[in-house]
């Protein structure tokens, strides 16, 4: 995939359709912590109440359209010094590198927007490989194993956790 069609920026109204395209595909939001999304209506309300506001959620785009996101979600008070990150990506791009350059560009920039920030972390079900391969490839480092830990889609999950400290090198 040529990075130079790749980019993050905010979300927009606008982005409702491409959206709705990849955000109502179950595989897709398997693993995360919402369900697809089923109308035009519902996509809408998610941009506008979830996405937009949120602290630091890019849309992916490839040519300027959405095929995903990044979301990194700082702690807050004392523990603002470390923020969870995570991603999705449209199905139809999955194993092309895709979330892994989105993932380096967002790793790049997020300590220079966020300047207390020191740490990143991530958490991954022990099954979603390709997520795994992904964080590895853009320097996360896995931490270890959390039994029981992850509650999603009904059940609770072990995890991996990886991180990704301001000082470290994006690979």
């Not at 995939?1 to 980019?7: A, E, G, H, Q, V």
């Not at 853009?138 to 990886?162: A, H, P, S, W």
């Amino acid at each position: 995939m040529d990075s130079s069609r790749i980019s993050l920026r905010p979300f927009k109204l606008s982005d409702v359709d491409d959206f709705l395209k990849w955000a109502s595909d179950d595989r897709v939001t398997r693993y995360l912590r919402w369900n697809s999304i089923t109308s035009r209506e519902e996509a809408l309300a998610h941009l506008e109440k979830v996405a937009i506001p949120h602290p630091w959620r890019r849309s992916i785009c490839l040519d300027d359209r959405s095929i995903g996101y990044i979301s990194i979600f700082p702690e807050s008070n004392d523990d603002r010094c470390r923020a969870n990150f995570g991603y999705a990506l449209a199905a139809e791009y999955w194993g092309q590198g895709i979330a892994t350059i989105a993932s380096k560009m967002a790793v790049s920039s997020v300590f220079q927007d966020l300047p207390y920030l020191v740490r990143l972390q991530a958490l991954v079900e022990v099954e979603n490989r390709s997520s795994q391969r992904v964080l590895e490839k853009t320097g996360f480092v896995k931490e270890g194993l959390l039994r029981k830990y992850g509650y999603c889609k009904g059940e609770i999950r072990d995890m991996f956790v990886y991180s990704f400290l301001s000082t470290d090198l994006v690979l």
